[in-house]
């Protein structure tokens, strides 16, 4: 009946063994997965932060007023004499 | 017991004590850090550097995605096929490509690509090409502020590392520290739970916040880009300054270099003109010595002095610069003509001892504290070994070398109210936590009183409006300037053809008062500040008061 017992014992701590080893390959997998993930998204996020800064420069104003055949305005009007708009 | 049990334990005994053999040997008699290590892995994760940003949070360098494109030449197939299909994708040409390709070696780096480029070279399927995964700085308004921001290089262990301005000066706080993972292993790559396994998050590098608006200075790089073509000047510098904190408001350098590409260029075009070069200032440091005897109550702006003709000191002749003499002129009227004679007399007033100590007062010789790195002091002669004709040509600014921060800044401290303070280009620095550090104006010292410091400040304003030279000012503006014309000395004399033309001007307009100083070195159209650097003061003040919406004070 020990002996039994003792096989019964064993077979389970064998089961559960098993049962562990094989979890942990399955989190271990799943933590290199996330692994990578997280650095995509990292550098996903990057991109996007630099595209959304890009969009608001200069650079890119300028780049569009050039495709899109804007001229340079030689002489700016400015207001100088503003007695006239005072007077209203 | 039976024999076959008793085989099978002195089996599994013998089999334990050969473990215990090999653990004896690999921990006591062969003990290294290899052995132990083996499974561990170490990984160094690298911070992310600080991004920089100006006064209202647009971004002036960011970081962003880039890859190194390699080649293994062991493993490449159709050489011939991949120079052409890569070639078209780098725009190199083929011939430099295929120089590069060493079939004996085992890896060779083919060049930095982005985003976009990796995954049509990854299309091609070309078997030997890698990547490796870099962040690399970006600049989304390309070079606006080179000499200001720096650049990002490599030291010798090929770490990034900061140069020249900013990058320089906070490399440290950009640069962040690194993280290391350690974590047991198995076979395949695999993170062992039950083992060891180490984080230590890095800390991602500080983003400053500059003092800089970026529209200030991409205005103020256009405008110095036009006078150096229209002036046909070898070269030139514009800073502005909040004078009361001695914020940089912007600060642009021309020529310049492209901070993405700084390996073409020399290392003449890294350093900054307006804390790394020095120059004779010329008359715009007459109100400097101006101020210095109204302080000591020496003159008074409208004493009078007797202007007959050249004054004689030792055996040097020290005349006016167009050879005009008034007669009876005020201190005012002095710096109205930038007359060298009438700075000569205010010199005399003031004393040898009080001028030099006027001098070091200013902070001539001596570092500014600028938070860029390459600033140089300058160097003031000891008193002892001056002639008495230097106490008298310092008066109008030539046989003293400064840099042009070294002459904003005291200009700022005679028309704020006498404070010397220190420049400051970050004016915040944030941390990954958001949690932000903000850089307070410090005062060095006080050099003048408030009361000298609005007398200089109301002759100043009179040079502008009463000067021989019409400029087309701003209507309506209260503004107030001084131009200057220093002879460039090469080789024990001046030469006469070239100048450095400046002006230095300001409005205390609130509630953004500006102070500005342009340097245009070696113009050709005429020598004059009056006919280079003032004018193009002017149109940049346009600009400002526009910019910063303040109303005409006499509309």
């Given at each position: 009946?020990?002996?039994?017992?003792?096989?019964?014992l064993?077979?389970?701590?064998?089961?559960?063994?098993?049962?562990?080893?094989?979890?942990?390959?399955?989190?271990?997998?799943?933590?290199?997965?996330?692994?990578?993930?997280?650095?995509?998204?990292?550098?996903?996020?990057?991109?996007?932060?630099?595209?959304?800064?890009?969009l608001?420069?200069?650079?890119?104003?300028?780049?569009?007023?050039?495709?899109?055949n804007?001229?340079?305005k030689?002489?700016?009007?400015?207001?100088?004499?503003l007695?006239?708009?005072?007077?209203? | 017991?039976?024999?076959?049990?008793?085989?099978?334990?002195?089996?599994?005994?013998?089999?334990?004590?050969?473990?215990?053999?090999?653990?004896?040997?690999?921990?006591?008699?062969n003990?290294?850090?290899?052995?132990?290590?083996?499974?561990?892995?170490?990984?160094?994760?690298?911070?992310?550097?600080?991004?920089?940003?100006?006064?209202?949070?647009?971004?002036?360098?960011?970081?962003?995605?880039?890859?190194?494109?390699?080649?293994?030449p062991?493993?490449?197939?159709?050489?011939?096929?991949?120079?052409?299909?890569?070639?078209?994708?780098?725009?190199?040409?083929?011939?430099?490509?295929?120089?590069?390709?060493?079939?004996?070696?085992?890896?060779?780096?083919v060049?930095?690509?982005?985003?976009?480029?990796?995954?049509?070279?990854?299309?091609?399927?070309?078997?030997?090409?890698?990547?490796?995964?870099?962040?690399?700085?970006?600049?989304?308004?390309?070079?606006?502020?080179?000499?200001?921001?720096?650049f990002?290089?490599?030291?010798?262990?090929?770490?990034?590392?900061?140069?020249?301005?900013?990058?320089g000066?906070?490399d440290?706080?950009?640069?962040?520290?690194?993280?290391f993972l350690?974590?047991?292993?198995?076979?395949?790559?695999?993170?062992?739970?039950?083992?060891?396994?180490?984080?230590?998050?890095?800390?991602?590098?500080?983003?400053?916040?500059?003092?800089?608006?970026?529209?200030?200075?991409?205005?103020?790089?256009?405008?110095?880009?036009?006078?150096?073509?229209?002036?046909?000047a070898?070269?030139?510098?514009?800073?502005?300054?909040?004078?009361k904190?001695?914020?940089?408001?912007?600060?642009?350098?021309?020529?310049?270099?492209?901070?993405?590409?700084?390996?073409?260029?020399s290392?003449?075009?890294?350093?900054?003109?307006?804390?790394?070069?020095?120059y004779?200032?010329?008359?715009?440091?007459?109100?400097?010595?101006?101020?210095?005897?109204?302080?000591?109550?020496?003159?008074?702006?409208?004493?009078?002095?007797?202007?007959?003709?050249?004054?004689?000191?030792?055996?040097?002749?020290?005349?006016t610069?167009?050879?005009?003499?008034?007669?009876?002129?005020?201190m005012?009227?002095?710096?109205?003509?930038?007359?060298?004679?009438?700075?000569?007399?205010?010199?005399?007033?003031?004393?040898?001892?009080?001028?030099?100590?006027?001098l070091?007062?200013?902070?001539?010789?001596?570092?500014?504290?600028?938070?860029?790195?390459?600033?140089?002091?300058?160097?003031?002669?000891?008193?002892?070994?001056?002639?008495?004709?230097?106490?008298?040509?310092?008066?109008?600014?030539?046989?003293?070398?400064?840099?042009?921060?070294?002459?904003?800044?005291?200009?700022?401290?005679?028309?704020?109210?006498?404070?010397?303070?220190?420049?400051?280009?970050v004016?915040?620095?944030?941390?990954?936590?958001?949690?932000?550090?903000?850089?307070?104006?410090?005062?060095?010292?006080?050099?003048?009183?408030?009361?000298?410091?609005?007398?200089?400040?109301?002759?100043?304003?009179?040079?502008?409006?009463?000067?021989?030279?019409?400029?087309?000012?701003?209507?309506?503006?209260?503004?107030?300037?001084?131009?200057?014309?220093?002879?460039?000395?090469?080789?024990?004399?001046?030469?006469?053809?070239?100048?450095?033309?400046?002006?230095?001007?300001?409005?205390?307009?609130?509630?953004?008062?500006?102070?500005?100083?342009?340097?245009?070195?070696?113009?050709?159209?005429?020598?004059?500040?009056?006919?280079t650097?003032?004018?193009?003061?002017?149109?940049?003040?346009?600009?400002?008061?526009?910019?910063?919406?303040?109303?005409?004070?006499?509309?």
């Amino acid at each position: 009946m020990l002996t039994k017992i003792l096989w019964f014992l064993v077979a389970v701590l064998l089961f559960f063994n098993i049962y562990v080893f094989v979890s942990n390959l399955r989190m271990g997998e799943e933590i290199r997965a996330f692994d990578k993930k997280i650095v995509l998204l990292r550098q996903e996020n990057l991109d996007l932060e630099t595209k959304i800064f890009k969009l608001n420069s200069y650079e890119n104003i300028a780049s569009i007023a050039a495709q899109l055949n804007f001229v340079k305005k030689e002489m700016p009007v400015y207001l100088e004499d503003l007695k006239y708009a005072y007077k209203n | 017991m039976p024999i076959r049990t008793r085989l099978f334990f002195g089996f599994f005994l013998i089999l334990f004590i050969l473990i215990i053999f090999k653990l004896f040997y690999f921990q006591i008699l062969n003990h290294s850090s290899e052995n132990i290590i083996d499974n561990l892995s170490e990984k160094k994760i690298l911070p992310q550097r600080g991004k920089i940003f100006d006064i209202n949070n647009q971004p002036l360098v960011l970081n962003n995605n880039n890859y190194q494109l390699y080649l293994e030449p062991k493993k490449i197939g159709e050489k011939d096929d991949l120079i052409k299909k890569l070639s078209k994708i780098l725009t190199i040409d083929e011939a430099s490509l295929s120089a590069k390709i060493d079939e004996k070696k085992d890896w060779i780096a083919v060049g930095i690509v982005d985003k976009e480029k990796k995954e049509r070279i990854e299309s091609l399927k070309i078997s030997g090409l890698g990547f490796e995964y870099l962040i690399k700085r970006d600049y989304p308004e390309a070079s606006i502020a080179a000499h200001l921001l720096g650049f990002v290089g490599k030291n010798y262990q090929g770490d990034d590392v900061g140069y020249f301005g900013i990058e320089g000066y906070y490399d440290k706080d950009l640069a962040g520290l690194p993280g290391f993972l350690k974590s047991e292993k198995d076979l395949l790559g695999r993170p062992i739970l039950m083992g060891k396994q180490e984080m230590i998050e890095p800390e991602n590098g500080r983003d400053l916040i500059l003092a800089i608006d970026k529209n200030i200075q991409a205005m103020i790089k256009e405008k110095l880009k036009i006078g150096i073509s229209r002036y046909q000047a070898e070269s030139g510098c514009v800073i502005v300054v909040n004078p009361k904190t001695m914020a940089i408001l912007s600060l642009v350098c021309l020529p310049d270099y492209d901070q993405k590409k700084y390996f073409l260029f020399s290392e003449e075009y890294f350093r900054n003109p307006v804390i790394s070069d020095l120059y004779e200032p010329g008359s715009i440091f007459k109100p400097l010595v101006m101020a210095a005897a109204i302080n000591e109550k020496k003159i008074k702006p409208d004493d009078f002095l007797e202007e007959n003709g050249p004054v004689k000191i030792g055996e040097y002749l020290i005349r006016t610069w167009d050879n005009k003499y008034e007669g009876k002129i005020s201190m005012t009227r002095i710096l109205q003509k930038s007359s060298n004679v009438g700075m000569v007399y205010v010199g005399e007033k003031l004393g040898k001892d009080k001028l030099y100590s006027y001098l070091e007062k200013y902070g001539f010789g001596q570092l500014t504290g600028i938070d860029l790195q390459g600033e140089i002091a300058g160097y003031l002669r000891p008193k002892n070994s001056w002639y008495p004709i230097d106490f008298s040509t310092v008066t109008f600014g030539q046989g003293i070398a400064v840099t042009p921060i070294q002459m904003i800044r005291s200009f700022a401290s005679i028309i704020n109210g006498g404070y010397l303070l220190r420049p400051y280009v970050v004016a915040k620095i944030r941390d990954q936590d958001g949690k932000e550090k903000i850089i307070k104006p410090q005062v060095e010292r006080r050099i003048i009183n408030e009361i000298s410091s609005s007398i200089i400040k109301k002759m100043l304003i009179e040079v502008v409006e009463g000067g021989e030279v019409k400029w087309a000012r701003p209507k309506g503006y209260t503004l107030g300037g001084k131009t200057g014309t220093a002879q460039i000395p090469i080789e024990g004399h001046y030469d006469p053809n070239k100048t450095i033309a400046s002006f230095i001007g300001f409005s205390s307009a609130a509630p953004s008062p500006f102070l500005a100083l342009v340097i245009l070195r070696q113009p050709k159209t005429s020598p004059w500040g009056s006919e280079t650097a003032a004018p193009l003061f002017f149109e940049i003040a346009k600009e400002l008061l526009i910019y910063y919406n303040i109303a005409p004070e006499n509309p």
